[in-house]
C-alpha cells in the first residue's frame, strides 16, 4: 500500500511564525502536490513537483515555498505565517509512470494560525 | 470562475435509495475526469475514473458528457457506508493540475 505521510496532525501557530510542513512518500513517486482545503472552495493547488529539485507554482503560489531535496519528500514552508493561511493542507503523490489520474494523499495537517 | 462546480448539498436519502450528483467544467481542455471520496475528516481517495464511454464499479456509475462539460455519479441502492463526501476532479492533458470541485456531501439514513 502506498503511504504517505505528513508530519504533523495539528499545528498552532502565530502571525509572522516561520512554518515548515513535511511530507513524505514510500512508492517512489514522481510527482508530488501540496494542496489546501477550505470549506465551500475545494482543494487548491499550492504547488506542484514532478520530480527532485524540480518544482511548479500552482494556482494559489503566494506566500509560500517548496523544497523537494529527495524524491520521497516534498516539504511546504510557510515564510511569515498570516492568519489566512489558517487551513487543513493536504499533501498528495502521484506515479507518473502509470499514467492515472490516482493521487495518494496524506491525512492532512491541520494549520491554526493565532 | 471556479473550473469545477458541484452542488454542496447535503443529499439526505434512505438505505435503498439511487442518487445522482452531478458536476460541471469550465475548461474544455481537460482530458481526465475522476470521482474521488472523503469521509468525515480524512483524505480524499480515488473513487472511479470516469471514461468517454460511461463506466460502471458495483453500484456505483460514471458517465462524461464533453460537449456539455458535465460529468455525473449515480449511486444505486445506497448503503450506510456511502456517507461522504464526493469530489469531483479534472485533470488536464499532463496530469500536472488536477482542479477539485469543493464537493456533493450525502448522508444515507437507516
Known amino acids: 500500500d502506498v503511504k504517505v505521510t505528513q508530519s504533523s496532525r495539528y499545528l498552532v501557530k502565530r502571525t509572522g511564525e516561520k512554518v515548515f510542513l513535511e511530507c513524505v512518500q514510500d512508492m517512489d513517486h514522481e510527482n508530488m502536490f501540496w494542496y489546501r482545503q477550505d470549506p465551500g472552495l475545494g482543494l487548491r493547488l499550492i504547488y506542484f513537483?514532478?520530480?527532485?529539485?524540480?518544482?511548479e507554482k500552482g494556482d494559489i503560489p503566494e506566500g509560500y515555498s517548496v523544497s523537494r531535496e529527495k524524491k520521497e519528500r516534498f516539504s511546504l514552508i510557510l515564510e511569515s505565517a498570516s492568519t489566512n493561511q489558517t487551513s487543513m493542507y493536504l499533501c498528495?503523490?502521484?506515479?507518473?509512470?502509470?499514467?492515472?489520474?490516482?493521487?495518494?494523499f496524506g491525512e492532512g495537517s491541520r494549520l491554526t494560525v493565532l | 470562475r471556479k473550473e469545477v462546480e458541484q452542488d454542496p448539498g447535503p443529499f439526505n436519502v434512505p438505505e435503498g435509495a439511487t442518487v445522482a450528483f452531478n458536476c460541471t467544467y469550465s475548461n474544455s481542455a481537460s482530458q481526465s475526469f475522476f470521482w474521488y471520496r472523503q469521509d468525515c475528516r480524512k483524505e480524499p481517495k480515488l473513487l472511479m475514473s470516469?471514461?468517454?464511454s460511461g463506466n460502471e464499479d458495483g453500484r456505483f456509475t460514471a458517465q462524461l458528457n464533453r460537449a456539455s462539460q458535465y460529468i455525473s455519479l449515480l449511486i444505486r441502492d445506497s448503503k450506510l457506508s456511502d456517507s461522504a463526501t464526493y469530489l469531483c476532479v479534472v485533470a488536464l492533458y499532463n496530469f500536472n493540475k488536477f482542479y477539485f470541485g469543493s464537493g456533493t456531501k450525502l448522508n444515507v439514513k437507516p
Open positions: 470516469v471514461y468517454s
Open positions: 498528495a503523490s502521484r506515479w507518473e509512470q502509470g499514467n492515472t489520474g490516482e493521487l495518494f
Open positions: 513537483s514532478y520530480d527532485v529539485k524540480m518544482k
